[in-house]
T-cell receptor, first 113, second 114 residues
C-alpha cells in the first residue's frame, strides 16, 4: 500500500517558469512532510519541509504547500533553473516513528533552456 | 565535514555470496537508517537504528541483517545475496526531535547480484 504517492513520473518546464510537483498521502498520522532532490549517482539531499500544523513554508525559490483536508502537498519552484533538473522525492514522517521516512516514487524534473 | 560515508560505492556479487555494506556518520546523530531504491519504487526502509544499541525492521527487511557498531557506524549485511537484492542502497542519519525531521543521506552503494 503506497502511503505517499507521486503520480507524475516526469515533468518538463522551461527555464524561468514555475515548476509544480505534486504529492498525495493517505496516512493521517504523518506529522512532517519533506522534499528531497536527487541527482544521478548521488544520494538524496534535503530541500524543504513542512509541519502538518502549517499550510505553507518558503525557502528562497522553493515553496511547499500543504492541504491537509485533501491530503495533498505540492512543491513550487520559481523561477526554474537548469540546475533544478533532478528527481524530486516527497517523503513523510509518522508521529513518534523515530524519524523513519516514507517516500514517494519520485518525479523527474527537466528544466529546458 | 564528510556527513554520511558509505563503502563500497559499487559491488557485483554472485548469487549466494555474502557482503557487508558499511556506513559511518560524523554528525553525532542518534538515528541511522538503511534504504534501498529500485526503479519506480522510491526509497524503501530496510532497517533502522533509533539509537546506539537498538535496531528495528523497516518495510523490507527480509534477507538482510544490521549491526549498530557504535554511534557512528551502522552496517548492512547480506548473508546470501539474491538477484532480487540488486538495487542502490542508501544509508542515512538524523537527529529526531521537535521540529527536526530531515535525514542526511550517503552517496549510495550500487549493488548488482548476478
Amino acid at each position: 500500500d503506497q502511503q505517499v504517492k507521486q503520480n507524475s513520473p516526469s515533468l518538463s518546464v522551461q527555464e524561468g517558469r514555475i515548476s509544480i510537483l505534486n504529492c498525495d498521502y493517505t496516512n493521517s498520522m504523518f506529522d512532517y512532510f519533506l522534499w528531497y532532490k536527487k541527482y544521478p549517482a548521488e544520494g538524496p539531499t534535503f530541500l524543504i519541509s513542512i509541519s502538518s500544523i502549517k499550510d505553507k513554508n518558503e525557502d528562497g525559490r522553493f515553496t511547499v504547500f500543504l492541504n491537509k483536508s485533501a491530503k495533498h502537498l505540492s512543491l513550487h519552484i520559481v523561477p526554474s533553473q537548469p540546475g533544478d533538473s533532478a528527481v524530486y522525492f516527497c517523503a513523510a514522517r509518522i508521529t513518534g516513528g523515530g524519524n523513519k521516512l516514507t517516500f514517494g516514487t519520485g518525479t523527474q524534473l527537466k528544466v529546458e533552456l | 565535514n564528510a556527513g554520511v560515508t558509505q563503502t563500497p560505492k559499487f559491488q557485483v556479487l554472485k548469487t549466494g555470496q555474502s557482503m557487508t555494506l558499511q556506513c559511518a556518520q560524523d554528525m553525532n546523530h542518534n538515528s541511522m537508517y538503511w534504504y534501498r531504491q529500485d526503479p519506480g519504487m522510491g526509497l524503501r526502509l530496510i532497517y533502522y537504528s533509533a539509537s546506539e544499541g537498538t535496531t528495528d525492521k523497516g518495510e523490507v527487511p527480509n534477507g538482510y541483517n544490521v549491526s549498530r557498531l557504535n554511534k557512528r557506524e551502522f552496517s548492512l549485511r547480506l548473508e546470501s545475496a539474491a538477484p532480487s537484492q540488486t538495487s542502490v542502497y542508501f544509508c542515512a542519519s538524523s537527529e529526531p526531535g521537535q521540529g527536526i525531521a530531515e535525514a542526511f543521506f550517503g552517496q549510495g552503494t550500487r549493488l548488482t547480484v548476478v
